[in-house]
Structure formats: C-alpha cells, structure tokens
C-alpha cells in the first residue's frame, strides 16, 4: 500500500519560513516522481515543484523560484519541501504526491498517489 502522510505545515508571517516533509511508503520500484502541490479554495490545485527518485528536481513553478527548495532523502523515505521568504499567496493546503513513472510534470492527474494535505497559512 502506497501511503504519504505530510507534516509541517502551520501559521507564519509574511517573510518567515517553513519546512514541510512527506513520508512515504518504501516500494520496491525506482522510478518515481515525487512532488508538492498546493490548493486555495475556489482554484485548481497546482504543481509546485517535483523531484524524481534520483533527486533531480524537474520544475518549480516560477512563483516560487529562488524561494522554495524541493529534496528527499531515500533512505528516511521522506520528502521535503523547504519554503522561505513566504508570501500571503503561498497560502494553501500542500499536497505531496506521487507517481511511478519515468519524469515528473506539474499536472495532477499525472500523480496516482496523494497524501492528506497540510496547511500552510502566510498572514502578511
């Protein structure tokens, strides 16, 4: 069974950080894609930033370019999302997601797995 179960999430003011993480299920595969997306309500979810198995990190979106670090460690089985100089619009609930497959895109329905979410609220 394929789980992911996201932490770290909570309150911060505007210019703080955060560091968000993601364990997942250790599977006997390694090819896989695993990524952060967020969600306000009213909007479609968006990818954030996605990293496949390896660590080669395939995309952040460009809001968050220069700000926000996506990693994971394998051996931990955990994947991690470090955010800094945080904005109101970073506001959302953060899903980690992941998919086996060879690459990662932003788009959702790209993912078969989802964890629960966490939320992250950035008052200015």
């Known amino acids: 069974q394929v789980q992911l179960v996201e932490s770290g999430g909570g309150s911060v003011q505007a210019g703080g950080s955060l560091r968000l993480s993601c364990a997942y299920s250790?599977?006997?595969?390694?090819?896989?894609?695993m990524a952060w997306f967020r969600q306000v309500p009213g909007k479609e979810r968006e990818g954030v930033a996605g990293?496949?198995?390896?660590?080669?990190?395939?995309y952040y979106v460009d809001s968050v370019k220069g700000r926000f670090t996506i990693s994971r460690d394998n051996t931990k089985n955990t994947l991690y999302l470090q955010m800094n100089s945080l904005k109101s619009e970073d506001t959302g609930m953060y899903y980690c997601?992941?998919?086996?497959?060879?690459?990662?895109?932003?788009?959702?329905?790209?993912?078969?797995?989802w964890g629960q979410g966490t939320q992250v609220t950035v008052s200015s």
């Open positions: 250790d599977v006997p595969f390694r090819i896989d894609c």
């Open positions: 997601a992941r998919a086996f497959r060879n690459g990662c895109t932003s788009v959702p329905s790209y993912m078969g797995f």
């Open positions: 990293v496949t198995h390896n660590g080669v990190v395939t």
